[in-house]
């Protein structure tokens, strides 16, 4: 069994396809903000990227979704983003704004995106000065988003937190710009005391590459990868997964 404090021992989901997994996670959506405006006015969200968050994305953009949820209320930000302008095919924004943004009411000063074309460290330290603003935390608290949505890489990354990185060790900073060898280019990401102190982190998992590293995670509760030291401090931990994902983890198909 997967080896996690009884706080943040992860609910595991498992669903047919990406659009059962886009379904739960979607109801999840319009649960949590329901619950986060009821009691402060606003829900605050980190958006993934990747090609399993956007078919959720292009879910809650349906009318079904849309008329259950107040976009006036609802804050978007990003857990990471690549180093270009954008208007980039590689762009995490570009992909959540084709894929949602573009379709539903929300106010523009809603969003906040990255600054991937400006220089990595400036970049990240604008977005940590946007977090400050918005959040106003207690003085040695990081931000606390209502929801922070997470991918799993086949090398057992999650956002830009790759195996080796110097951004996993960062524990002052809410938003590192880290430089990924293998890929020869630079990223920025939230840092794990921020994800670490949301209130439901989601991860949404897809495809038969990922069954390896899933297992590995949830079967043999390593910690040897960045997305296994994802463990909310005072939070909720839910992994949505595919069938072919889950690959026999905990007796599951």
Not at 97 to 109: A, V
Not at 173 to 199: C, D, F, G, M
């Amino acid at each position: 069994m997967p080896h996690f404090s009884p706080v943040t021992k992860p609910e595991i989901i498992i669903c047919q396809d990406v659009a059962a997994l886009s379904r739960r996670a979607a109801e999840q959506f319009v649960a949590l903000a329901h619950q986060a405006i009821a009691a402060r006015g606003r829900f605050a969200v980190a958006l993934s990227g990747g090609s399993t968050p956007k078919a959720l994305y292009s879910l809650l953009a349906t009318a079904e979704f849309t008329s259950q949820l107040d976009w006036r209320s609802i804050h978007l930000f990003f857990g990471d983003e690549r180093c270009v302008p954008p208007d980039h095919g590689e762009s995490n924004y570009r992909m959540v704004t084709e894929s949602l943004l573009e379709k539903i009411s929300i106010p523009p000063q809603n969003v906040y995106r990255m600054a991937g074309e400006i220089e990595p460290a400036a970049a990240a330290a604008d977005y940590g000065a946007q977090l400050a603003r918005f959040f106003s935390p207690q003085e040695n608290h990081p931000a606390r988003f209502d929801l922070v949505y997470l991918g799993l890489g086949e090398d057992g990354h999650t956002a830009s937190l790759f195996p080796q990185s110097s951004a996993l060790n960062e524990r002052v900073q809410w938003v590192a710009s880290t430089y990924v060898e293998k890929l020869a280019a630079h990223r920025l990401t939230l840092t794990l005391p921020v994800i670490n102190h949301a209130a439901q982190v989601s991860f949404l998992i897809a495809g038969r590459s990922k069954a390896a590293m899933v297992k590995a995670i949830l079967a043999n509760s390593t910690s040897d990868y960045p997305a296994a030291q994802v463990s909310p401090s005072d939070g909720r931990l839910c992994w949505f997964i595919t069938a072919d994902a889950a690959g026999g983890v905990g007796g599951l198909p």
